[in-house]
């Protein structure tokens, strides 16, 4: 089973070479149906390795296995999180693809197959990226989802910002890329090598850490923490969100930003958590106080967003740091807790912007206050955005919920009480849009006095068909209704909880450490404290708007957010020196 | 974010990653030493399976599957940039104007034109014995098709490069790539396993098994890339308008557009 590992590369990177070969001639509905036969082979395929996943597959490529303990080649590790994140995003992807089905753009001229061979592109990099063993592949693999997502992004070249939006996000993480590079480059001049528990190795052989090892970890976690959009490097992450089209959206908050996260995890665990390493304690300081960082500006910002997909950006964020902190706690507890969560969230955030992205195919709009109570005939979207509302809240029994609750649990002390605020306020901000979107509640919000030259409105937005809908598509809201179901069987479907928390047993500690997941009293009322304290947030916003408006003190805060790249950039090298700062101390005490 | 602001930020940030990076040089191994873990294995690797040059082993060999993200990256590149600088619907195409070229520049360029042409290909060819190979041949020849556009005019050009044909080719040299990978897998091996074809005598064209195969896939598809990618920017540059713009220019076309790569 294990040689069928780089099938999950290859066989989207086939679909989408013919693609582009054949693209001039194909008719649209066979280029599009071949990129969903495509993605959801490749889901196939994933799904099928899984179960061979423990112990966890290992496949050298080329069949360069190594000699006497000495390899040249590539090696691929295909254990549970690294094959389901990889099942996670070729479901994704097909459920992008799936709803772009005839209801997107008409395409370029002459370039039929291209959105779909770039959506192919881009499950190949992230599958890649996902079953990586060896450092540097890893690398290329994340470069080509790079590469693939500023091309989406700026998919609507039409619009000015829309190329602004892909151009700040190809700067960004290209340097990111750098980083990421320059770390490498350092771990394996100490080394000689790749392949990450070999670096690993290399590390422990070479003593306790020194100022290498400290700057090799600051860079590699710097190229990651771009991806995955951990304040301050998150600034890329809104600008994008909101110019991108719909599909594209859905991968990049749903499992794009979370590959970030999951690189954190994967390749601390492999490289970085023996002795040769970074001493557990100053990880752990760098995540939490990164996590804790990135879910409160998250939240806050979300929270004062009315263009929806600016607000759904800002909640991916404020869940990145929710998942951080998790990650932080270097416990299998948080581990299994963030796993499951991520792949709630990955269900929830792409259902709520498949339901956003109706709503800009039918108005033209994505601005809460323009759309104040026009949704109203759409009854089954509303129903979707209001469950998938509940769903980021943590109402059981979603996956989200019961990721949460462990997480919560592991996290432990005031962090439990941030989790609990931020999914609130995250779920509490959908829930206003919801309440004013759809149902009308509340008084029709005036434009502010001296209109705010920082508040993006989300109005004049281009549909992304070629008209305005006057019927939504079925495929349309059939995605967005799967989605929400696969978020909700990912925590109410008895046994799966504990498939994920041994799958992560498997990958960590070869089954040693064996953690039970599961519903605990404490979580569900932790889950139903959220989605009420979310309720309530939301009805006090909508009745009662003056009580919850932006205060003149959050205004230097939305200023950061200000569209120049030379800003965002100066974050970025802020934020490396934060990183280096917060480390810091595992090499003087080392 | 004003200017002073931004730069005392930029300094903050710059001076400590300086610090951090100078802190790390200054723990690396010392230059010229004679510790050379990966570089000893490749080159034994290499040996083994009669490839000459070393570089070519490891891009085309060893590690093929790091070489197959990169080719997918240029190939995702070029089809995004075609996509991005797809003819909008407020613009419009209008013809180049015939350009005067200058005598020596154009016998100049008449002359190199197939001397550069072969270059490239030779490059390509020899990838597997001598420093060179797909990814630097394939920019050579690509680029030799461009003193066309130097010696003549654009309207030259495009009659030698008609796109349609070489995006085709960028295509079909990836999946190339990918056939010959999952050939080594169907073969009873692994995916891009070097184990099919004999490897030849050392040190000559045909050693080395699928080596020159994965190296003339990558120079394939490296010079339609750029060509492609070239003809994308030449394009925007030369021939689209937007609308409302006159269609005239003031220049003669030759706007000299470095590739992206």
């Given at each position: ?5 780089p ?9 989408a070479?013919?693609?582009a ?12 149906s ?29 069949g360069?296995e ?6 040249v ?56 990226f996902?079953?990586?063993g ?5 690398f290329?693999?994340?470069?080509l ?54 670096i ?24 990651l923490?771009?991806?995955?959009a951990?304040?301050?490097?998150h600034?890329?992450?809104p ?26 995890w994967?390749?601390?665990?492999t ?43 800002y ?6 740091g ?38 800009l ?28 509302a ?55 919000p ?19 068909t ?14 967005p ?32 450490v ?77 | ?27 690396l ?85 197939p ?29 030799a ?45 692994a995916?891009?396993a070097?184990?099919?074809?004999p ?5 000559t ?23 492609v990618?070239l ?31």
């Amino acid at each position: 089973m294990h040689r069928l590992l780089p099938l999950l590369v290859a066989v989207p990177l086939l679909g989408a070479a013919l693609l582009a070969a054949l693209g001039r001639v194909l008719p649209r509905v066979v280029a599009e149906s071949v990129g969903c036969a495509v993605s959801a082979g490749t889901a196939a395929l994933a799904v099928v390795l899984l179960p061979h996943s423990s112990p966890p597959l290992v496949e050298w490529a080329g069949g360069w296995e190594p000699v006497r303990g000495y390899g040249v080649g590539i090696v691929l590790v295909g254990d549970g999180p690294g094959l389901g994140m990889a099942a996670l995003v070729s479901l994704l992807t097909l459920a992008a693809l799936a709803y772009s089905w005839r209801s997107f753009d008409e395409p370029p001229h002459g370039h039929t197959g291209a959105f779909p061979a770039l959506m192919l592109l881009f499950q190949a990099g992230m599958c890649g990226f996902a079953i990586a063993g060896d450092l540097f592949n890893a690398f290329v693999w994340f470069e080509l989802m790079g590469v693939v997502a500023y091309a989406l992004t700026g998919h609507r070249v039409e619009e000015a910002r829309a190329v602004q939006g892909a151009l700040t996000f190809a700067i960004v993480n290209s340097l990111g890329g750098y980083a990421l590079l320059m770390g490498i480059a350092l771990l394996y001049a100490r080394t000689g090598e790749l392949a990450m528990a070999e670096i690993g190795r290399g590390l422990d052989a070479g003593g306790p850490p020194d100022a290498l090892v400290l700057a090799g970890f600051v860079l590699v976690l710097t190229g990651l923490l771009v991806k995955a959009a951990a304040v301050p490097f998150h600034f890329w992450l809104p600008d994008a969100h909101a110019v991108a089209p719909t599909p594209v959206c859905m991968l990049l908050s749903g499992v794009m930003v979370q590959l970030g996260v999951f690189g954190v995890w994967r390749i601390h665990g492999t490289v970085f958590s023996g002795p040769g390493g970074l001493p557990a304690g100053d990880v752990e300081r760098v995540l939490m106080v990164l996590g804790a960082v990135t879910a409160a500006i998250g939240a806050l910002m979300c929270w004062y967003q009315r263009h929806i997909k600016r607000l759904l950006a800002y909640s991916t964020i404020a869940h990145t740091g929710l998942f951080l902190l998790g990650v932080g706690t270097l416990t299998p507890e948080g581990d299994d807790g963030v796993a499951l969560y991520v792949i709630g969230h990955a269900g929830v955030k792409a259902a709520l912007f498949a339901c956003t992205g109706i709503l800009l195919d039918r108005f033209g709009s994505v601005d809460e206050h323009v759309l104040h109570g026009r949704a109203g005939a759409l009854r089954g979207v509303a129903v979707m955005f209001a469950a998938a509302a509940l769903g980021l809240a943590g109402l059981p029994p979603f996956g989200t919920a019961l990721g949460k609750s462990v997480t919560e649990e592991a996290v432990g002390g005031p962090l439990t009480v941030l989790y609990v605020v931020v999914s609130a306020v995250t779920a509490g901000a959908v829930l206003r849009v919801a309440a004013r979107v759809f149902l009308g509640l509340g008084p029709r919000p005036r434009e502010a006095r001296g209109e705010d030259a920082y508040e993006t409105t989300g109005n004049g937005e281009e549909p992304e068909t070629e008209q305005r809908l006057v019927r939504v598509p079925d495929t349309m809201t059939a995605v967005p209704a799967l989605l929400l179901a696969g978020a909700l069987a990912a925590g109410a479907v008895p046994g799966f909880a504990d498939a994920v928390a041994r799958a992560m047993s498997e990958a960590t500690t070869a089954g040693l450490v064996h953690t039970s997941v599961h519903w605990t009293p404490v979580g569900i009322v932790l889950g139903l404290v959220s989605t009420l304290l979310a309720v309530g947030l939301a009805a006090v916003a909508v009745t009662r708007p003056e009580l919850l408006a932006p205060p003149a003190r959050a205004l230097p805060l939305r200023r950061l957010q200000s569209g120049h790249v030379g800003d965002y950039v100066a974050w970025l090298l802020v934020g490396t020196t934060v990183l280096g700062v917060l480390a810091l101390p595992a090499v003087l005490t080392g | 974010m004003n200017p002073r602001t931004r730069l005392w930020l930029v300094a903050t940030g710059g001076a400590g990653l300086a610090a951090l990076l100078v802190a790390a040089c200054l723990r690396l191994p010392d230059f010229g030493g004679d510790r050379h873990p990966y570089g000893d294995r490749a080159v034994r690797a290499s040996l083994e399976r009669h490839v000459a040059n070393t570089v070519a082993s490891v891009n085309f060999d060893q590690r093929a599957f790091d070489t197959l993200g990169e080719l997918t990256i240029l190939f995702a590149a070029v089809l995004g940039c075609m996509v991005l600088l797809r003819q909008t619907r407020d613009e419009h195409r209008a013809p180049p104007e015939p350009a005067d070229v200058a005598l020596p520049v154009r016998r100049y360029a008449l002359l190199v034109l197939p001397v550069a042409l072969l270059t490239g290909l030779y490059v390509v060819a020899h990838g597997q014995l001598s420093p060179g190979g797909g990814f630097q041949g394939g920019v050579v020849a690509a680029t030799a098709l461009h003193l066309l556009y130097l010696g003549a005019d654009y309207r030259a050009l495009e009659r030698v490069r008609p796109i349609g044909p070489y995006e085709a080719g960028d295509a079909l040299a990836t999946s190339a790539y990918l056939v010959t990978g999952v050939a080594g897998l169907i073969g009873g091996s692994a995916f891009l396993a070097n184990t099919l074809l004999p490897y030849g005598m050392f040190n000559t064209l045909a050693s080395g098994g699928t080596v020159p195969l994965l190296n003339a896939a990558v120079g394939m598809e490296v010079a339609c890339a750029v060509v492609v990618l070239l003809a994308g920017f030449l394009d925007q540059a030369v021939e689209i308008v937007e609308e409302g713009e006159d269609g005239e220019r003031d220049d003669d076309g030759h706007d000299h557009e470095e590739p992206g790569k």
